[in-house]
């Protein structure tokens, strides 16, 4: 059965933007693409086969969930790395499908050991350190009896990576506590390499670009590969110095659904729930079958925007859970079946998802990993 609206995925566009990357990225250095939050809306089992044809093999998730998600999807080999969350009875599964995961608690690193002795597995654990962001991590005063408890046990345990996370590389505000992560992730490199951790890594898409000197072995790369900027400053640091400075980066991401009733109202009436539209004159309104519950934020009522024809609309009144309206009245010719682009192009106009962020408080990061997990997404060109 149809859904009433859909995603189209750029295959080219994350052509583009992997090329883009992989230039910045040193050479020895692999990468690891972030598909966490159902690939940042993109749909984790459209775009992780996409992604591996064109040769991408390291992924990142938050969970196992997520894991066994792309695991299933993927034809090819690839290592897949767990960043958050792994419960005590998925830890097997993921020892016995190679899946790495971060240990940053010890009640996590003890389990480990335990189950990997009992499958008679080696378990590849990625150890992530507290350098200043402070949601998980060792803590230094850790190290010496993680060091030990690790050593102790390598006949069960492969120390995939050794790795820490920024808090906020994408703000030159936080150059300061950056740098200082920066070099509290140094002693713990210093303290931990007698182990030989086979990854050491800690860049997010901001470190990546600002911080080189953080891609060590891995980087961890997330919303840039979807053609998009963390901030708008890190965009301006590395890319828009110059004049006539266009972005290199492509969205992969269009989001599209059909006009599914045209009306004419008369001048002087409300249109929708309650009075936050008055119709100042007679005015042709088309309800889209999109609203709230599928990602449209209500915080787009009255300001949001569409593509119809061509032609930039606004919403009118409020988003509801399943419908939206919207202000065709300048387009004669519309009808019921015509194509609405919520996010991406029409004719020679579009619509992206930044715009959104500005109509609403929603941030990119946000939008994206709110659309919703069964809208059907399909890979074009
Ligand atoms: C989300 C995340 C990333 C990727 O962040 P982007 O800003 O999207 O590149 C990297 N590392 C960790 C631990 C993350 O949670």
Same mark, same amino acid.
């Given at each position: 059965?149809?859904?009433?609206?859909?995603?189209?995925?750029?295959?080219?566009?994350?052509?583009?933007?992997?090329?883009?990357?992989?230039?910045?990225?040193?050479?020895?250095?692999?990468?690891?693409?972030?598909?966490?939050?159902?690939?940042?809306?993109?749909?984790?089992?459209?775009?992780?086969?996409?992604?591996?044809?064109?040769?991408?093999?390291?992924?990142?998730?938050?969970?196992?969930?997520?894991?066994?998600?792309?695991?299933?999807?993927?034809?090819?080999?690839?290592?897949?790395?767990?960043?958050?969350?792994?419960?005590?009875?998925?830890?097997?599964?993921?020892?016995?499908?190679?899946?790495?995961?971060?240990?940053?608690?010890?009640?996590?690193?003890?389990?480990?050991?335990?189950?990997?002795?009992?499958?008679?597995?080696?378990?590849?654990?990625?150890?992530?350190?507290?350098?200043?962001?402070?949601?998980?991590?060792?803590?230094?005063?850790?190290?010496?009896?993680?060091?030990?408890?690790?050593?102790?046990?390598?006949? *069960?345990?492969?120390?995939?990576?050794?790795?820490?996370?920024?808090?906020?590389?994408?703000?030159?505000?936080?150059?300061?506590?950056?740098?200082?992560?920066?070099?509290?992730?140094?002693?713990?490199?210093?303290?931990?390499?007698?182990?030989?951790?086979?990854?050491?890594?800690?860049?997010?898409?901001?470190?990546?670009?600002?911080?080189?000197?953080?891609?060590?072995?891995?980087?961890?790369?997330?919303?840039?590969?979807?053609?998009?900027?963390?901030?708008?400053?890190?965009?301006?640091?590395?890319?828009?110095?110059?004049?006539?400075?266009?972005?290199?980066?492509?969205?992969?991401?269009?989001?599209?659904?059909?006009?599914?009733?045209?009306?004419?109202?008369?001048?002087?009436?409300?249109?929708?729930?309650?009075?936050?539209?008055?119709?100042?004159?007679?005015?042709?309104?088309?309800?889209?079958?999109?609203?709230?519950?599928? &990602?449209?934020?209500?915080?787009?009522?009255?300001?949001?925007?569409?593509?119809?024809?061509?032609?930039?609309?606004?919403?009118? &009144?409020?988003?509801?859970?399943?419908?939206?309206?919207?202000?065709?009245? *300048?387009?004669?010719?519309?009808?019921?079946?015509?194509?609405?682009?919520?996010?991406?192009?029409?004719?020679?106009?579009?619509?992206?998802?930044?715009?959104?962020?500005?109509?609403?408080?929603?941030?990119?990061?946000?939008?994206?990993?709110?659309?919703?997990?069964?809208?059907?997404?399909?890979?074009?060109?």
């Amino acid at each position: 059965m149809d859904n009433t609206s859909y995603i189209e995925i750029s295959r080219s566009a994350l052509e583009n933007n992997l090329d883009y990357i992989r230039a910045k990225k040193k050479a020895k250095t692999k990468l690891s693409l972030v598909v966490k939050g159902n690939a940042y809306g993109h749909g984790i089992d459209t775009y992780g086969p996409l992604a591996a044809s064109l040769g991408v093999n390291h992924f990142s998730v938050f969970d196992a969930h997520e894991a066994y998600q792309l695991k299933r999807s993927l034809s090819s080999p690839a290592e897949i790395m767990i960043m958050g969350m792994i419960t005590d009875d998925q830890i097997p599964w993921a020892i016995e499908e190679g899946v790495g995961f971060f240990v940053f608690e010890e009640h996590r690193l003890k389990q480990t050991i335990a189950v990997a002795k009992a499958l008679g597995q080696k378990a590849r654990i990625h150890l992530e350190l507290e350098t200043g962001m402070n949601r998980t991590g060792f803590v230094k005063n850790q190290w010496s009896h993680l060091y030990k408890l690790i050593q102790d046990n390598s006949e *069960h345990l492969i120390l995939e990576g050794l790795c820490t996370h920024f808090a906020g590389a994408e703000s030159v505000a936080n150059h300061l506590r950056i740098s200082k992560q920066l070099k509290a992730f140094k002693e713990g490199r210093k303290t931990f390499k007698p182990l030989e951790p086979h990854y050491i890594h800690a860049a997010c898409s901001a470190a990546f670009l600002r911080f080189p000197k953080s891609q060590y072995d891995l980087v961890r790369v997330g919303i840039l590969q979807y053609g998009f900027w963390p901030s708008v400053e890190t965009y301006i640091a590395t890319e828009g110095m110059h004049e006539n400075a266009t972005d290199p980066l492509q969205r992969l991401i269009s989001w599209k659904s059909r006009i599914m009733n045209v009306k004419e109202v008369a001048k002087g009436e409300y249109i929708g729930y309650g009075t936050s539209y008055l119709a100042t004159q007679t005015t042709k309104v088309a309800a889209v079958p999109v609203g709230y519950s599928h &990602g449209f934020s209500r915080s787009l009522s009255n300001a949001g925007r569409a593509l119809v024809r061509g032609t930039r609309v606004g919403v009118i &009144g409020v988003v509801n859970m399943n419908v939206m309206m919207l202000d065709v009245s *300048h387009i004669p010719s519309v009808e019921v079946g015509d194509e609405v682009v919520l996010i991406g192009e029409q004719g020679n106009q579009s619509i992206s998802v930044s715009s959104f962020s500005e109509y609403s408080d929603q941030m990119n990061y946000e939008l994206l990993t709110r659309l919703p997990q069964d809208i059907p997404r399909y890979i074009t060109d």
